[in-house]
């Protein structure tokens, strides 16, 4: 029998309260929500995570290795640097981030105003995404999502698909035609996404191609929507 930690355990035999000792100190849930959707080096993780210190990223990279929840690699050649990745077993709090979110939205004290990274905004669509009853058809849409938070950021490419069936988001350029394209900062995509903002009043966010694609997407991962 494995003996439990004594210093900052719960030493609680409940899988929830042991879930708490795993990520339940402060940073390392949003140093995990980070990683979700890819691999990232430390200097990406601290350009995203703003408030963090370069010595509590540090720990709570060591502590998720430890615990079996990420791992670091080094990149080949050309690039060879490191970056660090959630184990299969770390990407499935993903459903818990989700869970949270879905949780917290009725919140009287969320920070509505409170800017995201460009990975954090998609998450929140991902935690949202449904089925489309609207869709005549399958349409793929690409993200270009440029950080607010940060002066001159480049934008994040991702691409989503929606039909009446489902929809996703993934962290990838497009593989095959498309419907429409999105180029957007954080603050603008979030308040269409989350604050149900009209497109033609986001000076912001500019759509190319399929406005009805872009649409039926905010149909399938806006908050609002979603609790109707």
Known sequence: MSSRRSYGSYNDGCAAAHALDL???RWTLIVVRELLLGPKRFADLQRDILGISPT???QRLR???ARGIAVRRTLPAPARVDVYELTPWGSKLEAVNAALSLWAVDSPDLPWDADMSPDTLVL????HARADAGSSAPARVVLRLSDSRI???DPVTYTAYVSH???RVEQESPAGPIDAEVDATTAGWKACVLGQAPLADMPDVRV???MAAVEALLRATGMESAAS
């Open 165 to 167: 069936e489902g929809a």
């Open 23 to 25: 990520i339940g100190e």
């Open 208 to 210: 190319t191609g399929s």
């Open 124 to 127: 929140a669509m991902r935690a």
């Open 56 to 58: 509590v990223l540090s």
């Open 63 to 65: 502590d998720l290795e």
């Open 151 to 153: 002066a001159g950021a």
